[in-house]
């Protein structure tokens, strides 16, 4: 018993071990990297290339973004999750399956869509080129693009939730008396809401940090449709390494407070779930 108690020690301890050399060496030995060289001529150097126009621009331009790409995908998630949870109905399924795409096609793919529909040579180039409205290689074709690869991720952290609580306590409600407003704002919302910050987080996070969806839209034009991300590979690409370290190491930062708020609600989220499932049972 001893031994067999010895070598699940030895299995355990190997794992962790084998778990903390993945992290350090893929997340905590990156994100050292990048505030090292970062910081690598000083802070005068630092906040210098931090506070240049074209920086600042993609700053306010990625926050924007997601400003306006977050709330969208929160009404959107709640929508989405409620209708699936609480009813069924004809196409259900495929609902799911369309929420679901963004996550299965790339990012590429999904800016070039945006290329395909609004572009000049695209399906309603020539009717928004008549009207003097332009969308590609402007922030509001980085907008959609952005919107479209992170709506899922608020809609698939509730869904789960909603249909593990079950409809019990919102039938009990309008029952009452109860309005469908009243009902979802006294019922529904207090149950969902460490799922639901938890999906406004990722979907924050993905929202500042996308790369590859509005690389495709912007035109990378400095200043103006050049978010965070973009503007980096361009500083990079020009061996400004310094000054693309530096603004690295704000999404270097924003992932490391992304990674543990999302951990402290993921145990909260977890908690709540597990006491939902008891109580349906």
Known sequence: MSQVRHESAIIKWGLISIALVYIGLFLLLPLAIVLTTG??????????????????????????????????NLIFGIAASW?????????????????????????????????????????LGPWLRDHGIKVIFTPIAIILAT???????????LIPLMKTQGNDEEEAAMTLGASG????????????????LYGVILCNARAMGEFGAVSVVSGHIR???????????????????????????????????????KSLIELRFKHELRFARQKKQ
């Open 223 to 261: 200043g103006l449709t050049n978010t965070l991300p973009l503007h980096i590979e361009i500083l990079y690409n020009e061996y400004q390494f310094t000054a693309a370290f530096a603004a690295a190491s704000l999404l270097a930062l924003l992932a490391l407070v992304t990674l543990i708020v």
């Open 181 to 196: 407003l009243k009902t979802f704002w006294y019922i529904t919302l207090p149950n969902i809401k460490w799922g639901l």
């Open 147 to 157: 919107i479209f690869v992170t709506f899922p991720m608020v809609a698939r952290e």
């Open 83 to 123: 209708a699936i949870a609480k009813f069924d109905f004809y196409g259900k399924n495929f609902l799911l399956t369309l929420i679901d795409m963004p996550l299965s096609v790339s990012p590429v793919i999904s800016g070039l869509i945006y290329v395909l529909m609004f572009g000049s040579q695209g399906v």
């Open 39 to 72: 910081l690598a001529k000083g802070f005068a150097v630092y906040f210098k290339s931090l506070s240049d126009a074209n920086t600042l621009a993609a700053i306010r331009l990625t926050v924007l973004t997601a400003l306006v790409a977050v709330p969208l």
